[in-house]
């Protein structure tokens, strides 16, 4: 069973940046598609990035609201999946989760805190 550990977020203002990272476990991780998933207090967890399983990262997706912003990579020889989040925003403040797309139930970590504020 693949297990998730998330770190990296913290205390930012608006418009600077933040890199997450989301290290999981087990030598299967290079079959998953991977993604970010972020629940904001009072909200619904919601997808934020997901990319393609493999070494490629040439296919990624993300939600409207960070397009342009966020960035999502993979190194599978570390089993590690990335987001670059920049020119953050209040609405960003949420907690950060990766899981495999679609997501494993009995895989998701403690996550991340991320909070945008000046």
């Known amino acids: 069973q693949v297990q998730f550990v998330e770190s990296g977020g913290g205390l930012v203002q608006p418009g600077g940046s933040l890199r997450l990272s989301c290290a999981a476990t087990g030598s299967i991780f290079s079959i998953y598609a991977m993604a970010w998933y972020r629940q904001a207090p009072g909200k619904q967890r919601e997808l934020v990035a997901v990319?393609?399983?493999?070494?490629?990262?040439?296919?990624?997706d993300y939600a409207d609201s960070v397009t342009g912003r966020f960035t999502i990579s993979r190194d599978n020889a570390k089993n590690t999946v990335y987001l670059q989040m920049n020119s953050l925003k209040p609405e960003d403040t949420a907690v950060y989760y990766c899981?495999?797309?679609?997501?494993?139930?009995?895989?998701w970590g403690q996550g991340t805190q991320v909070t945008v504020s000046s």
């Open positions: 990319t393609s399983s493999g070494s490629s990262t040439t296919y990624a």
């Open positions: 899981n495999s797309a679609p997501s494993r139930p009995s895989s």
